[in-house]
């Protein structure tokens, strides 16, 4: 949008609250570039305008640079009149254009009954009165009036919606201008005769109409000339000067006022510097869909150590797996269940304090584990001498035997004992640095759990070929899934892991990532798909000295609900997590959703796509579980775990941060076909200097593309980046284009390849 907005940008201050009429406050301000995240930002109530002291009323209003409409559709009972968030972009076509669906958005309401209701946000150009902005919103309700006429004024704000759905529109044009078009075209469909004792007047108030919609040239002062015909009698040529004289001098004034933009400019892009390949917006980390516990944490810890909250966040959810891995399953419908352990990497160059993090949210899990082997150290030495003495007996056996001295019902009764004695074993709830075949083991040892948290991510290294070239990754891709693994011991016999449940924790830096990434065997085999990417803006050269430390009781609360999260028995049958009506809903939305997308946005990474559903439910399990402290007392009956409506919304708000820096990750990593085949297309449009072309000419240049629906989406991919931009008025919507499109060049292109 116009000066503060990119194309895609909607500035949003927005509340610490949601449903709040009363409040006026709000504090927080953020550019959203993405549909998720101004689907973040409007979870909370929000306004679009600027104020003094961010306080909301009309006397504070300092600036607006987009109009915020509500459509509740109160103007007709017949539902042919109804206007759906798919209409706006064909009312005001060529407008920037957020459409955001209220949380009345086809519900009763009142007495009125369910219906399309949502917000829209339209590109202006700037107002800074709020009675000039009151008075732009009158005139488009009476053009439209679908639009609630009580929601008008400058100081309007809109509650939150957690639930929201958003679209995007892009356009290069304001509502401003279509308002006076509109006008202008108005005025001259109905003008007939002009009286004397009028003419002067309308003819002025033509004049300007023209000026500002044409420019000052020869077109706009022949069609002032064509309208002045229809003056009766008609006005001499000296007075028609006159008039257009004063005009022009008005127009003049109009040009020199700050944010001014031609009507030359309005039909052309405004060029920035194009973004790189690499470089991606990507979101912060979700902290609000958190359990406030850990969210509190997080928080604490990315200001205390000065590092993204996505490391501390990610991190976090890792550690709430490992304690409850094993221990549940959420189940999505009668055929269809998931377990909770999850495999998560942090991608970070060197210096990022991966380190730090990975110590202080390990914290509560080390102490558990120091405390446990220190309170059962007589029970752990005991049954280690129970082995030795069982080794010591069966080797004295091995020797009578050999000599023809060995009784054989005490040969059978030391091997039931032997084959049924199981040590026991220090605890130890996960490893930093181990091989896929040690693995094995350690699942083994650790009843079917085991985990992987590394700030170095030595197995990463180990199976991009550092250590191996030929590794097996089954343990790994079993431990996912929960398949059952068989174990060879040497001198044992072989033991099978029915429920194996393995975490996984890695903080790596991208040329480690890459080499993994770029292993057909690791992606064919899907790999590289059950993994949660977490690609962190890094905030090295902006971290301050002097940082607030974690307050103790914020530490004292993690370390509490970590250590009740761990105290959790493991029974022989994992205990079942299930979805409310409300929950299974809103899975089946976001699973249809996803689903729609696998041919489209998430081609590239479909076989990770394909298991983000599967995610999001976990990471659901994980968020009901850690919302609630169980009591462990005798007495105490734990009630059943159920995903509430807000806990789902959650993890899936959390699963489209995931989508977000995942599609990052493997277009990072040069594996991303899409990034191949518009740097491909890219190379074209310098190599033959093009300054515009359509789809037909691409074609022509690049012969790998067969068909315009197989370049359409690198076009829209160069169209995001800032490489290209469509000529004309039918630039204004996401999902591709139209079949003549043009498109023009950013001269940026041609500059920086010379």
Known sequence: ?????????????????????????????????????????????????????????????????????????????????????????????????????????????????????????????????????????????????????????????????????????????????????????????????????????????????????????????????????????????????????????????????????SPDEYASPQWEEPIPFEQRNLPSFPTEALPQTIRDYALAVAESTQTPVDMSACAALAVMALCLQGKYRIKAKADWSEPLNLFTVIVAEPSERKSPIINLMTKPLNEYEAEYNSRNAAELEASKMNKRILEKRQRALEDKAAKGKADSGELEQLARQIASYKERTPLRLYVDDITTEKLNSVLADGNGKAAIISAEGGIFDMLSGIYSKNVNIDVMLKGYSGDSIRVDRVGRNSESIMNPALTILLTVQPNVLSEVMQNGTFRGRGLTA???????????????????????????????????????????????????????????????????????????????????????????????????????????VNDALVVSEEVMQNAITIGRYFAEHSKAAFSRMGVDERMKQSKYVLSAIVKNGLVEFSRRDIMRLCRSFKTAEELQPILNHLTEYGYIAPKGDDAKFVKGRPTGQIYLVNPCVHQNAS
């Not at 509500?70 to 206007?83: F, K, T």
């Not at 009740?564 to 979805?579: F, K, V």
């Not at 968020?623 to 169980?630: D, F, G, I, T, Y």
Request: net charge negative; charged share 25%.
């Open 1 to 261: 949008m116009p000066e503060n907005n990119t194309a895609f940008g909607l500035t949003i201050r927005y509340a610490d609250c949601c449903g709040n009429a009363k409040n006026c406050t709000y504090p927080h301000t953020a550019t959203a570039t993405t549909e998720d995240d101004i689907r973040k930002l409007v979870a909370h109530d929000h306004v679009l305008a600027e104020f003094k002291d961010a306080y909301r009323s009309k006397d504070n209003f300092v600036r607006a640079v987009v109009a915020s409409l509500d459509c509740d559709n109160d103007h007709s009972e017949n539902p042919n009149e109804w206007v759906a968030p798919k209409d706006i972009p064909h009312m005001f076509p060529n407008i920037p254009c957020v459409i955001v669906t209220s949380r009345n958005h086809m519900k009763p309401k009142g007495d009125k009954t369910a219906r399309p209701r949502f917000h829209v946000f339209l590109a202006i150009e700037p107002i800074t009165n709020a009675f000039a902005y009151a008075e732009l919103m009158k005139k488009v309700q009476t053009a439209f009036p679908m639009f609630d006429d009580n929601a008008l004024d400058a100081a309007r704000f809109f509650y939150g919606n957690p639930n929201a759905e958003v679209s995007i529109y892009q356009g290069t044009s304001t509502l401003t201008r279509f308002m006076e078009d509109m006008e202008a075209e108005q005025m001259f469909a109905e003008l007939d005769a002009i009286p004397e004792g009028r003419r002067n007047s309308t003819m002025s108030k033509i004049a300007g109409k023209l000026l500002k919609r044409y420019g000052d040239n020869d077109e706009s002062y022949r069609k002032f000339l064509d309208c002045a015909e229809q003056c009766t009698p008609p006005l001499d040529d000296t007075e028609l000067s006159q008039i257009w004289r004063s005009a022009q001098g008005f127009y003049k004034k109009v040009q020199a006022q700050p944010g001014y933009v």
């Open 530 to 636: 059950r993994f949660l990417y977490c690609m962190p803006t890094s905030l090295v050269g902006r971290r301050r000295f002097h940082t607030t430390p974690i307050p103790q009781e914020v530490s004292s609360a993690y370390e509490r609900l970590i250590k009740n999260l761990l105290d959790d028995e493991q029974s022989a049958t994992s205990e079942m997590i299930t979805l409310s009506a409300e929950a299974e809903a809103l899975l089946e939305s976001f699973s249809n959703e996803v689903e729609g997308k696998l041919k489209t946005e998430y081609a590239d990474i479909a076989d990770w796509a394909g298991k983000l559903v599967g995610g999001v439910l976990r990471i659901a399990g994980i968020l009901c579980r850690a919302s609630v402290m169980r009591c462990y007392d005798f007495l105490s």
